[in-house]
């Protein structure tokens, strides 16, 4: 097949830091590419990829960056012949496809806007516009208005290292952006008041330096500590040495690569039960999930019940990379199929 993907402008892909979608795509394109499919890539002009790259001329979100987005895009879609175009982007770039009969797919790693969803679906062409949602918390709300499908977030599996087992004291481990809804500050709570080590890493985004100064930093010592943002080698290393990784998330999280990351490593999660977690997570298994902060410091002391060598196995079976490349490969045949049929 020949497939166009397109990504949005801020970051690189691969990312070398912060990027949860943008390792989708390049995991994507990489299986893609393998199997001997054509793949032309919109995206940030870093990008180092294994596939055609288009670049965008700017890596803005205002108006005129994303006019100048879509022009870029549209003009190559328009000049040759795709079967299917992905969109891991914004939805707003192929409103000049949407009329037309090339199939479309756009793919949600976010809350989806409900408005901007059944617009596109009047603006485009019967049967040629589907949707996938990174878990069944996302492709629930996607439903009731258009043809949707799951289609986890998965990892190169082989780029991670698992420990069948760890050190008694090994710590608990928090790695992800540190702001509220993350749960930075109740992953403290929890490691406090259960006396085990927190290691934190992670980038602290402008808007939420407060937050860190004033309920992340007064807690740091000899038991809690922070390390920054860290790259893959790094966060291997941290993830496979770890007890547990711990999800106290305040907010629907919609899948959160994290997890089988850690997962991928041996080390068991523990969070919250919201969004994608209880779809991650197999209860009992490969990590624990609980509705408050006492029963996730009480799960803490159930983290060596786990069999570390089965959370690798479990993960590999359900989010490496040859699993997702063949689930989304899969309905790229079924849209076609559709928008075949329906043309007849």
Same mark, same amino acid.
């Given at each position: 097949?020949?497939?166009?993907?397109?990504?949005?402008?801020?970051?690189?892909?691969?990312?070398?830091?912060?990027?949860?979608?943008?390792?989708?795509?390049?995991?994507?394109?990489?299986? !893609?590419?393998?199997?001997?499919?054509? #793949?032309?890539?919109?995206?940030?002009?870093?990008?180092?990829?294994? &596939?055609?790259?288009?670049?965008?001329?700017?890596?803005?979100?205002?108006?005129?960056?994303?006019?100048?987005?879509? !022009?870029?895009?549209?003009?190559?879609?328009?000049?040759?012949?795709?079967?299917?175009?992905?969109?891991?982007?914004?939805?707003?770039?192929?409103?000049?496809?949407?009329?037309?009969?090339?199939?479309?797919?756009?793919?949600?790693?976010?809350?989806?806007?409900?408005?901007?969803?059944?617009?596109?679906?009047?603006?485009?062409?019967?049967?040629?516009?589907?949707?996938?949602?990174?878990?069944?918390?996302?492709?629930?709300?996607?439903?009731?208005?258009?043809?949707?499908?799951?289609?986890?977030?998965? $990892?190169?599996?082989?780029?991670?290292?698992?420990?069948?087992?760890?050190?008694?004291?090994?710590?608990? #481990?928090?790695?992800?952006?540190?702001?509220?809804?993350?749960?930075?500050?109740?992953?403290?709570?929890?490691?406090?008041?259960?006396?085990?080590?927190?290691?934190?890493?992670?980038?602290?985004?402008?808007?939420?330096?407060?937050?860190?100064?004033?309920?992340?930093?007064?807690?740091?010592?000899?038991?809690?500590?922070?390390?920054?943002? #860290?790259?893959?080698?790094?966060?291997?290393?941290?993830?496979?040495?770890?007890?547990?990784?711990?999800?106290?998330?305040?907010?629907?999280?919609?899948?959160?690569?994290?997890?089988?990351?850690?997962?991928?490593?041996?080390?068991?999660?523990?969070?919250?039960?919201?969004?994608?977690?209880?779809?991650? $997570?197999?209860?009992?298994?490969?990590?624990?999930?609980?509705?408050?902060?006492?029963?996730?410091?009480?799960?803490?002391?159930?983290?060596?019940?786990?069999?570390?060598?089965?959370?690798?196995?479990?993960?590999?079976?359900?989010?490496?990379?040859?699993?997702?490349?063949?689930?989304?490969?899969? $309905?790229?045949?079924?849209?076609?199929?559709?928008?075949?049929? &329906? &043309?007849?």
């Amino acid at each position: 097949m020949n497939i166009a993907i397109t990504a949005d402008p801020v970051i690189p892909v691969p990312p070398k830091l912060y990027g949860g979608i943008e390792r989708i795509i390049d995991l994507l394109i990489n299986g !893609l590419v393998k199997q001997g499919h054509t #793949v032309t890539l919109f995206a940030h002009k870093d990008s180092k990829v294994m &596939c055609k790259l288009v670049p965008y001329k700017t890596t803005g979100n205002g108006i005129k960056d994303n006019i100048s987005n879509a !022009l870029i895009i549209n003009k190559t879609l328009l000049s040759n012949k795709f079967d299917i175009v992905h969109s891991f982007g914004r939805l707003g770039y192929l409103l000049p496809q949407m009329p037309l009969s090339v199939p479309k797919l756009m793919s949600y790693q976010r809350e989806p806007t409900i408005s901007q969803i059944k617009k596109a679906v009047k603006l485009c062409a019967k049967d040629t516009l589907a949707f996938t949602g990174c878990s069944n918390y996302i492709t629930d709300k996607l439903k009731p208005f258009a043809q949707a499908y799951t289609v986890y977030n998965g $990892i190169d599996i082989s780029k991670y290292h698992a420990s069948a087992t760890v050190n008694t004291g090994a710590p608990l #481990v928090f790695l992800g952006r540190i702001e509220a809804i993350k749960g930075t500050h109740t992953a403290i709570e929890i490691a406090q008041k259960t006396n085990r080590k927190l290691i934190i890493a992670g980038n602290i985004p402008a808007q939420e330096q407060d937050y860190f100064d004033t309920q992340i930093k007064p807690s740091l010592n000899e038991q809690i500590t922070y390390i920054g943002a #860290v790259d893959d080698i790094q966060k291997n290393e941290l993830l496979q040495n770890a007890s547990a990784l711990l999800m106290p998330i305040h907010w629907n999280e919609p899948f959160g690569i994290v997890m089988i990351e850690a997962m991928a490593c041996g080390t068991p999660v523990i969070g919250f039960n919201r969004g994608a977690v209880p779809e991650v $997570i197999e209860n009992g298994i490969t990590g624990y999930y609980a509705e408050t902060t006492h029963e996730l410091m009480e799960k803490i002391n159930l983290i060596h019940l786990l069999n570390r060598k089965r959370i690798r196995e479990i993960t590999e079976e359900r989010f490496s990379a040859a699993v997702i490349v063949a689930r989304y490969l899969h $309905i790229y045949k079924q849209i076609i199929r559709t928008n075949e049929n &329906c &043309c007849l």
